[in-house]
């Protein structure tokens, strides 16, 4: 195929461990749940390293693998479920132990799944839009949208959080 399997899949490894594992990190949030994450994107890139045709498109592989790797921690998960509780009255306040100088990480992580794992791939990864398609399984078209609204969600967010604060230091 490209010459000897261990030494282009140690290269593999190599050049693009720390880019997964940052990914993988936006993903759980977690650094030994993506350590893991990694670990298994590598253990089944190496069982399935025969079916990579072209190894430009290394990259994108193993980001899809690392996605499936990841959807796999929540099919296994099993939910406590509180049956009295009213969803609407449920508020998520992971959030407000951030510091406030870390808009954009409260922004990014307010952002819904749908939006900021197109822009995470682009940012973090470098993917075109074409290659976050394939990898989530969807048209480039509803990427462009979804970076459009992701950004545009972005910075209302965080000239909404400037405002607020700035009203805050007025008063």
Request: hydrophobic fraction near 40%; charged fraction near 30%.
């Amino acid at each position: 195929m490209f010459g000897s399997k261990a030494v282009n899949f140690e290269a593999l490894v190599k050049a693009y461990s720390a880019e997964l594992y940052r990914y993988a990190y936006w993903l759980t949030r977690d650094r030994f749940v993506a350590e893991d994450l990694v670990q298994e994107t590598f253990s089944r890139a190496w069982s399935s390293w025969e079916t990579l045709r072209e190894e430009a498109s290394a990259k994108s592989w193993l980001y899809t693998i690392l996605r499936h790797e990841h959807a796999r921690l929540f099919e296994r998960k099993r939910l406590d479920v509180v049956e009295d509780v009213d969803l609407d009255t449920l508020v998520d306040t992971r959030l407000r132990a951030i510091p406030s100088d870390l808009e954009l990480r409260e922004a990014l992580h307010a952002l819904p799944a749908a939006y900021r794992e197109p822009l995470l791939l682009q940012v973090l990864g470098g993917f075109t839009c074409e290659e976050i398609a394939k990898i989530i399984n969807t048209t480039p078209g509803a990427v462009m949208t979804r970076l459009s609204r992701a950004r545009l969600t972005l910075r209302r967010s965080i000239s909404g959080a400037r405002g607020k604060s700035q009203r805050h230091e007025m008063s």
